[in-house]
């Protein structure tokens, strides 16, 4: 399975953006998904996740800003990030919400400044 993040950039503080990744191979409706992010230094930590029937959970950090959503049709997870805050840059991946993980990918980069 390969995972292709997209949609990060440069944007201001209290903006949005919408990220995508898509999946590549079968069986993407059967899994769970999530949303990570990493800045240097730290560890990757899980952002968002979303079951095989849709059922979401959020870090207590983003809960209220950010909705992960999923198209099975077209393999593809989502992360809408609303109200964006400087605490919110980092590389953002997605896979699966548990080990053991696909291959990461390259992510995409959020930067969130003024």
């Known amino acids: 399975v390969q995972l292709q993040a997209s949609g990060g950039g440069l944007v201001q503080p209290g903006t949005s953006l919408r990220l995508s990744c898509v999946a590549s191979?079968?069986?993407?409706?059967?899994?769970?998904w999530g949303w990570y992010r990493q800045v240097p230094g730290k560890q990757r930590e899980l952002v968002a996740g979303?079951?095989?029937?849709?059922?979401?959970n959020y870090l207590d950090a983003v809960k209220g800003r950010f909705t992960i959503s999923r198209d099975n049709a077209k393999n593809t997870v989502y992360l809408q990030m609303n109200t964006l805050k400087p605490d919110d840059t980092a590389v953002y991946f997605c896979?699966?919400?548990?080990?053991?993980?696909?291959?990461w990918g390259q992510g995409t980069l959020v930067t969130v400044s003024s």
């Open positions: 896979n699966l919400d548990r080990p053991p993980f696909f291959s």
């Open positions: 191979g079968r069986f993407f409706s059967r899994n769970s």
């Open positions: 979303i079951s095989e029937i849709g059922t979401t």
